[in-house]
């Protein structure tokens, strides 16, 4: 049965949200998204801004960095590591210019609209390059100190975005494979190799 109580907190945010009578903006540059000048894909980013984003067109299988051969061998950085656990690695954007600063904003502030964007581009970009990913989705977890000082793990609210968009993964309600036992060095700073040593027995 239909409520007919009038839920004036709703239609006063209605109203509120230019959204509703305004058309709808590009998320970076501010331009009115009409018709044409929405991407193809997301409805988020117009035209342009979407298509000067820094994708990865091909990437190294193994570390997932960019690069123009593409092997299931390896690139030329990551053939100095005989022992791999991984089957595949995938990257759609490159860290750099509005996705470095999108990244780092939805790390420390948690916005509700860089997770729809950014988990709305990790899809597309696996769509491009016909990625079908099934099973288990699984957040890097944090640490419970910092999780206490954060409020939030960036990396499980970015996986529920992605699994609205991809309902072949799962997204299990407790994390069953890593758990941090330890806290490890703010990331942000470090360069790939004080990455790889900042990760060593953490989880
Ligand atoms: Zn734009
Ligand atoms: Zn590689």
Not at 28 to 46: H, K, M, R, V
Not at 51 to 76: D, E, K, M, Y
Not at 122 to 139: S, W
Request: proline residues 6%; hydrophobic residues 35%; positive net charge.
């Amino acid at each position: 049965m239909v409520s007919r109580k009038t839920n004036w907190r709703t239609i006063f945010e209605s109203w509120l949200n230019p959204g509703k009578w305004l058309p709808c903006q590009c998320w970076q540059c501010g331009q009115a998204l009409w018709g044409d000048s929405e991407s193809p894909f997301t409805n988020l980013l117009c035209y342009s801004c979407e298509v000067n984003l820094p994708w990865i067109r091909t990437h190294c299988l193994r570390c997932a960095q960019p690069t123009l051969n593409p092997s299931q061998f390896g690139c030329s950085a990551c053939k100095n590591f005989p022992t791999w656990h991984l089957d595949e690695c995938h990257s759609v954007l490159r860290y750099e210019d509005s996705i470095r600063e999108s990244l780092l904003s939805f790390k420390f502030s948690q916005q509700e609209r860089l997770r729809k964007l950014l988990g709305t581009l990790f899809h597309e970009g696996l769509m491009i390059k016909g990625v079908e990913l099934t099973g288990p989705l699984v957040p890097v977890p944090l640490s419970n100190s910092r999780l206490r000082q954060r409020q939030f793990n960036q990396a499980q609210l970015l996986a529920l975005e992605i699994q609205r968009h991809i309902s072949t993964l799962c997204l299990p309600k407790t994390n069953p494979i890593t758990r941090k036992i330890q806290g490890s060095s703010q990331a942000t700073t470090l360069n790939i190799e004080q990455r790889r040593k900042n990760v060593q027995n953490v989880f």
